[in-house]
């Protein structure tokens, strides 16, 4: 009884990934570029949360993907875009409080990375997730 009850616990701790609950993917004009955003639901003890992540890789598969920006929010939530203005722009629209943007970067493997926020009055977007 006690291994199966071992194995349980295991599986249960270790078992399972966090799961991509939404996506979506863009690619430059010129195809050199894929922009790929997740929003990925985080669980267990005291951890849960929601993330939503962009990131960008070449698209002929060499290269792994890097991360250019990451929110504290669901991407549907906030309405989350992404368009290439150019072969080598990215350009990500969303509607949520800017405190949910919490990393980014603005330039990587010569492809600049803009954000815009563009809720009307983002201050007042706040919307604190219902996921656990």
Known sequence: MKPLLIAVVLLTCFGCGDPVTWSAESRSP???WTA?????EH????????ETTVSIKRS????????????AEAGPDMGL?????GPSHLVVLYKAN???????????????????????KPQEEFRPSARP
């Open 30 to 32: 010129d195809g050199t």
């Open 36 to 40: 790929t955003a997740e929003t990925i």
């Open 43 to 50: 669980s267990g003890f005291g951890t849960g949360g929601v």
């Open 60 to 71: 002929n598969g060499s290269g792994s993907p890097e991360r250019v920006l990451a929110f």
């Open 81 to 85: 875009k992404m368009q290439w203005d």
């Open 98 to 120: 800017p405190e949910f943007l919490y990393f980014q970067v603005v330039k990587t493997s010569g492809v600049d990375i803009s954000v815009q926020n563009v809720a009307p």
